[in-house]
């Protein structure tokens, strides 16, 4: 074969080679290649369902439902999830804050009406645990004005939480039939949770953000959330135990600088302006009132968080800056504040950036009974602070601003708190730290959304408000039952927070006088931080302290703390009950052994208890009636011990003896005895009872 050929025919087989190799292309018709395309697109779409289904079965990961019910004697109750603010931090996070404990029927009586307070740590009521919180306080001016009617007010606040978080809530706690919404909020949106300076921001843009909280609710995204976080910890310098050693203001907080009209700031400005107006149009759309305040803040005993100069700055500059200040600082010493002000503008002229400048300012200005401009150059060191916690002068405008285009009253909450203040000017007189009220300033600021209430014709025409009926300050305290144990624990909160960062001195609001009471007072505050002790039991264990000190009045006082915040709980009114027999008080010992038989019906302690109230109080029916009831149920549940029941059996015998009914009283002083045959009392009686003819 020539060569020729040979080339010819491997030329040939290559060509049959490379055509046998060439994918057949299959032609579909164009409703098999849109029945192809569903496919492709469904069954991702099935997986992810499945997914879901499959985590919610098996109950994975956290429960941030918003409110979570539960049946109680056929009625349901909606309680707020105290661990709802999941949904907006990491979860490997240890100190993600509760939601306060807060509980409402869902089936609204007729003539209830129902308030929910939004907002961050101060509608919380930090640093104080319930009874002194704005919320808790306006529903005790609020029960004494109007005794017959049935208000409900919930304490929704969070700490470190802004408006995208009360927005989310908003939307849901729409379907709960509220009546008013009390709104506080502004100071975390910054370095709230998903702020822009936050440590849990997830991105600038606000349609983003509102899809990631609505991604939050599901379980598929919460195994993802799980997954990148478990990658985050392996990585992360800092393990859960540091976290757990730094306050919640210095774990949300990633960048700490954000100056005035920086990019950041005015991000955070913008969508906390839509936010607060989608939050009032919600609400409004439902038909639920809406009250606005304006934000306050420590102003006058709060030095800026931050300190920094002007990027032209030179370090020679920096340190001619420094002398002159600390030239400004001896001055105000030695109470020479024109001087001090002198100084404070030579230092201006190197570098008017720092934000003490306009604070020390103030200091001198006040102290020449300047008090205007003093007011000025407080508000601008708050501005010009970069560490933002406490919310800008621009803030209130924004909520003016809402407020009006909306057509909903605010409060002004600086004139409310100014008269209260030295100088009228806000200042540590009504508060704990650099923005959370004490008692006092929680009070005022109660009473502000109260007046606000009646301006607006809310609950009643403003006319037809019964002030007659309004109390003091000290009485509301008294119906408020904020105790020391109330006060040592927001004293030992707030000493935690201020030593460390970005204070610069611990702050103490309530000196240990090194007595017994107040070491146990302390001790047990710092027990109930460790966990060791429930906030009840805290409760529970000063009120033993007082009655071994025969102080009846304080640990009734206690007890009533405890009411207020767990109305359904029966157990602290049994308590108080006896409590007011010892004092011979029967009329308010029957009030309250009535209310633990409201929310116990299926125990016996409060049946038992009624039945020997009524015994002493020679109401013999009711008290054979009450001890039978309360015999029969433990019969069914065993819950006394013998010797209550025998005690049960003992106070049975002595009503039937009294009604006369000899041989009933025979029949219950032998099964008492039978219980406890050491008890000679009982001896006795059944021996007086076999010698009646």
């Known amino acids: 074969m020539s060569n020729k050929n040979r080339k010819e025919d491997s030329t040939r087989a290559r060509k049959v080679k490379k055509s046998s190799l060439k994918p057949v292309e299959i032609k579909l018709s164009k409703k098999k290649q849109i029945l192809f395309s569903m496919i492709m697109i469904i ?26 019910k539960r049946k109680i004697d056929n009625e349901t109750y909606c309680y707020v999830n105290k661990k709802v603010a999941r949904r907006f931090f990491s979860y490997q996070d240890s100190g993600v804050p509760d939601a306060k404990l807060s509980v409402f029927p869902e089936k609204k009586e007729g003539n209830a009406y129902r308030i929910f307070c939004m ?11 319930f009874n002194a919180t704005f919320p808790s306080l306006v529903k005790d001016r609020l029960d004494n004005l109007f005794p017959d009617k049935e208000i409900e007010v919930i304490n929704m606040g969070i700490s470190a939480i802004n408006s995208y978080s009360v927005l989310d809530f908003t939307k849901e706690l729409v379907k709960y039939d509220p009546d008013l919404f009390l709104i506080y909020m502004g100071h975390n949106e910054f370095y709230g949770a998903l702020g822009v300076g936050s440590t849990q921001q997830i991105g600038q843009n606000r349609s983003w953000v509102l899809f990631y909280m609505k991604l ?36 949300v907080v990633k960048d700490q600088v954000i100056e005035l009209n920086s990019k950041e700031y005015d991000i955070a400005k913008g969508y906390f302006k839509e936010n607060l107006r989608e939050i009032v149009q919600i609400a409004k759309k439902r038909n639920a009132r809406v009250i606005l305040s304006t934000l306050v803040s420590n102003l006058s005993d709060q030095e800026p968080f931050s300190h920094y100069f ?21 001055y105000e010493s030695q109470q020479k504040f024109g001087d001090a002000l002198k100084a404070y503008r030579t230092a201006a002229l190197i570098d008017k950036k720092p934000p003490v400048l306009h604070f020390r300012r103030g200091k001198c200005l006040q102290a020449l009974r300047q008090i205007d401009p003093a007011k000025s150059e407080f508000k601008l060191a708050k501005d010009h602070d970069a560490i933002r916690f406490r919310a800008s002068e621009e803030f209130n405008e924004i909520i003016r601003e809402i407020a009006y285009t909306e057509a909903v009253p605010v409060i002004d909450m600086e004139k409310i708190f100014e008269p209260y203040c030295r100088d009228f000017i ?27 209430m009646s301006q607006n014709d809310i609950l ?41 960062w970005p204070y610069k001195q611990e702050i103490v609001l309530r000196k240990n006088s090194g007595n017994e009471y107040d ?11 460790a966990m060791k002790l429930g906030w009840n039991e805290a409760h529970y264990k000063i009120a033993d302290y007082f009655i071994k000190n025969e102080q009846i009045d304080r640990a009734i006082n206690e007890y009533q703390a405890v009411i207020k915040v767990t109305p359904y709980n029966y157990f602290p009114y049994i308590e108080l009950g006896d409590l007011y027999m010892r004092k011979n008080e029967l009329d308010s010992a029957e009030k309250v052994f009535k209310d633990a038989l409201q929310y116990s019906p299926h125990l016996p302690y409060a049946y038992a208890k009624l039945g020997m109230l009524y015994y002493f109080m020679h109401k013999r029916d009711q008290s054979v009636e ?25 106070i049975l015998s002595m009503a039937y003896g009294e009604k006369g009914e000899i041989e009933k009283a025979k029949e219950m002083i032998n099964k008492s005895i039978q219980l406890n045959p050491n008890d000679q009392k009982a001896k006795y009686v059944l021996e007086t009872l076999n010698n009646v003819n």
Do not use: C
Request: charged share 25%; hydrophobic share 40%; glycine share 4%.
């Open 460 to 500: 009643v025409p403003k006319d037809e408000w019964p002030w007659q009926r309004d109390k003091k300050m000290k009485e509301y305290r008294e119906i408020a039952a904020v105790t020391d144990l109330e006060q040592e624990i927001a004293n030992q909160r707030i000493r935690r927070l201020t030593s460390q």
């Open 119 to 129: 907002g961050g740590s101060t509608t919380a009521g930090f640093p104080y645990q």
């Open 626 to 650: 009450k001890l039978e009831s309360a015999i029969r149920i433990n019969n069914l549940n065993r819950k006394f011990t013998n010797n209550e029941l025998a005690i049960a059996y003992y």
């Open 519 to 529: 070491k146990l007072i302390e001790t047990t505050a710092r027990d109930f931080f």
């Open 43 to 68: 069954i991702p779409i099935i997986f992810l369902i499945g997914l879901e289904l499959i985590l919610r079965a098996f109950n994975y990961g956290n429960n941030v439902d918003l409110i979570i």
């Open 310 to 330: 002007s990027e032209l700055t030179t370090d020679f500059q920096k340190e001619e800056w420094n002398e002159v200040y600390k030239q400004g600082i001896q």
């Open 216 to 251: 939050q609710k599901s379980k598929t995204f919460q195994m993802l959330h799980d997954f990148v976080s478990w990658l985050k910890r392996s990585v992360s310098d800092h393990s859960a135990t540091q976290n757990r050693n730094r306050t919640l203001m210095q774990q």
């Open 426 to 452: 806000l200042g540590r007189a009504l508060f704990t730290d650099h923005l959370h009220p004490n008692f006092p300033g929680y009070f005022w600021m109660a009473k502000g959304f109260v007046d606000a």
